[in-house]
């Protein structure tokens, strides 16, 4: 029988190795007492698990969940359950929907419901040469007919996905399982607007017409829609029986619920209610949700800067007017002070108009140095030494700018004698000021977010361009649009991607805006969630999710 004297301090739980080497430190008579000790306790200790025959004491891996139901969040839902609404929420909408494309990483293009694609011959569009085993969730098979129905939808009610694909005029279907999209000119960047493009049923569709397809759509992916609540709530549910033919979804469930408040999300996050969180994360509640053991993805993905109103300032007759002022009000603002304070290190300061990840992003760019004399020195060579006001505030909206990074960019332009004031608005009437509706105007400068949904900038480029009249645009800058269209033309990607650059350079070199900061999306997900992958910021799916015990 053992008894419990033999339990010296450095016998019990500790690894044979350093057993060893503190009984080689000892002198002779203790090392044979404690030899004599680890022998007893060796020989009194139970036997292993796996001696008597039971399973290994290594750790398990963890199980999945039985109830594989996913809880999503996001500060706001379509008012539609249908995608012709809107041309965001694309991680909501990819439940239910398949497009003709899928992007990878850095808007690498994918087959998706069309296996392979081509330039017409004659190069007045493209084909697309579609997958044959696509059903919907009715089990009607998917042909070519409902997506020449379906982009010529998009087309003829001038839905979002419309800016997407300015060139193209009209889809025609050559076979049941070929389509052709025609377009203006040689157009590459309508690849780019393919993952935007879900395939509807037209049948069905003409069958409940637009409103009944709003609130009960029908798509060809893994699951089907069971309930939705405008701009509330959303649930699909994996189709019973249903093998898709190139997705493999695990979840049997997938809820979206608005939850506009990133505390209020974040807590869910927390306390497991909620498993994937997206929203207007601060840096704090990142680094927090860090520190809990939450996953925690960060993208840099929208440009923040104060754009310049060409118009405005032509019709005041702005000091706005001359380059070397608007040079002077960039060098005047700390951009890497901005990203340190306001966003905790999570913003990275910049000097272009497109974000990284961007076909049109040019690493050679750096941002304005921060720089209070050269900034003066530019005005005071601009006929303004001890600098002038701004006629009319800076518009913004609470929804995308925060009040402090409007307060602070006031405050370092009025260090160098500029005085502007900054007025915050509603975001339906910073909507309309920001796109001219309902007789609003711009002033002089408005706070503007710039994104790049897919790579080509396109949603972007009409209000960058000399093709408009001025009224509808907010700056033109020499030898945007030609390279532009250069690029849309060009099917050699690298002449392509230079093409894209010097776009972004017309702009850069033009000074066009207060170049600022590039913001990140933030996504917040439970410590049970796996598998989440994001290939790109606003394009990506839950199908390779898994939710853990």
């Given amino acids: 029988m ?54 290994s004491a290594a750790p398990t891996e963890p199980r999945r969940a039985a109830a594989q139901i996913i809880r999503g969040a996001d500060s706001g839902l379509p008012a539609s359950a249908s995608p012709e609404s809107v041309s965001a929420r694309m991680h909501i909408f ?55 129905f379906t982009i010529n939808l998009f087309i003829d009610t001038n839905t979002p996905q419309r800016p997407l694909m300015p060139n193209v005029t009209r889809a025609q279907r050559v076979d049941d399982f070929t389509v052709d999209l025609l377009t203006r000119q040689r157009d590459v960047s309508v690849l780019y607007a393919a993952p935007y493009l879900y395939v509807f049923p037209q049948s069905y569709y003409q069958q409940v017409g637009r409103d009944g397809f709003a609130t009960k759509p029908m798509g060809t992916g893994p699951y089907e829609i069971v309930e939705f609540r405008t701009a ?57 949700a860090k520190r809990e053991g ?69 690493e050679s760019i750096r941002p304005y140095p921060y720089d209070v004399a050269r900034a003066k020195q530019l005005l005071a060579e601009a006929g303004y030494p001890t600098g002038f006001k701004v006629q009319g505030p800076i518009d913004y909206t609470r929804a995308f700018f925060q009040p402090s990074l409007m307060q602070a960019v006031q ?31 711009r002033n002089e400068m408005v706070a503007a977010n710039m994104s790049d949904a897919n790579g080509f900038f396109s949603l972007q480029r009409g209000l960058l361009t000399c093709d408009l009249p001025p009224a509808n645009v907010i700056w033109c800058a020499p030898g945007f649009d030609d390279n532009y269209r250069a690029a849309q033309a060009e099917t050699d990607p690298e002449r392509r991607a230079a093409f894209l650059r010097a776009a972004n350079r017309a702009h850069v070199d033009d000074v066009s805006m207060i170049f600022l900061v590039v913001v990140p999306s933030i996504t917040v997900t439970s410590k049970k969630l796996q598998g989440l992958t994001l290939p790109t910021p606003f394009f990506w799916n839950l199908d390779s999710v898994v939710k853990l015990e």
């Fill in 294 to 362: 939450l996953g925690v993805d960060v993208q840099l993905t929208t440009v923040q800067a104060f754009r310049f109103d060409k118009n405005a300032i032509e019709k005041r007759m702005s000091p706005l007017a001359d380059k070397r002022v608007r040079q002077a009000l960039n060098y005047a603002v700390d951009k890497e002070a901005i990203a340190r304070t306001i966003f905790k290190g999570y913003a990275q300061p910049t000097g272009q108009i497109a974000p990284p990840g961007s076909l049109l992003h040019d």
């Fill in 232 to 288: 509330d709530e959303i649930v699909y549910r994996r189709r019973a029986g249903f093998d898709h033919p190139y997705r493999k979804a695990t979840a049997t469930e997938i809820r979206w619920r608005a939850v506009p408040d990133t505390t209020v999300a974040l807590a869910g996050v927390r306390t497991g209610e909620i498993d994937i969180a997206v929203g207007p994360f601060s840096g704090d509640q990142a680094d927090q």
């Fill in 2 to 55: 053992c008894n419990r004297w033999y339990n010296v301090p450095f016998a019990p739980r500790l690894h044979t190795n350093l057993v060893i080497v503190e009984i080689a430190a000892m002198s002779r008579t203790t090392r044979m007492i404690g030899v004599i000790g680890l022998l007893i306790v060796t020989a009194c200790s139970p036997p292993s698990p796996s001696a008597q025959g039971g399973p």
């Fill in 94 to 148: 990819a439940a239910q929907f398949d497009a003709l494309l899928d992007f990878g990483p850095n808007f690498k293009l994918m087959p998706a419901v069309a296996e392979r694609w081509e330039l017409l011959p004659d190069q007045s569009g493209w084909r697309f040469t579609l997958r044959r085993d696509m059903t919907f969730s009715n089990g009607t098979r998917m042909t070519a007919a409902d997506v020449e």
């Fill in 411 to 441: 405050g370092y332009l009025r260090e160098v004698g500029v005085e502007v004031g900054i007025e915050e608005q509603e975001f339906g009437v910073y909507v309309d000021i920001f796109f001219t509706r309902g007789g609003r105007t």
